[in-house]
Nanobody, 125 residues
């Protein structure tokens, strides 16, 4: 069992930056590939970024490539999402998730076993 708790969301102006954190419980954090997803009102949950167990491989959605960076610190049981040059289209609830079944990284929602409660990111124009 893994519990995930996101933090770092908030309100920011367009062009600004935020850094999301996701703290995981348990001693097996390094056994999980991690991902960030987001869900805007009236829309389906969508993939944002993923990182492999060791942190050596990452994957990004086209919409955030070049602006967002995913990283992890296995010693701190934490995964991060650095978000730069934010725009109003990035407004959503952001969720972190843990996958025990991903070979390295995955954008497939159903392959993630555990989810956090989400943190709101709002970007004003």
């Amino acid at each position: 069992q893994v519990q995930l708790v996101e933090s770092g969301g908030g309100l920011v102006q367009a062009g600004g930056s935020l850094r999301l954190s996701c703290a995981a419980s348990g001693r097996t954090f390094s056994s999980y590939a991690m991902g960030w997803f987001r869900q805007a009102p009236g829309k389906e949950r969508e993939f944002v970024a993923a990182i492999s167990k060791s942190g050596g491989m990452t994957m990004y959605a086209d919409a955030v490539k070049g602006r967002f960076t995913i990283s992890r610190d296995n010693a701190k049981n934490t995964v991060y999402l650095q978000m730069n040059n934010l725009n109003p289209e990035d407004t959503a609830v952001y969720y972190c998730a843990a996958s025990s079944r991903a070979i390295r990284v995955t954008r497939i929602v159903s392959l993630y076993d555990y989810w956090g409660q989400g943190t709101q990111v709002s970007v004003s124009s």
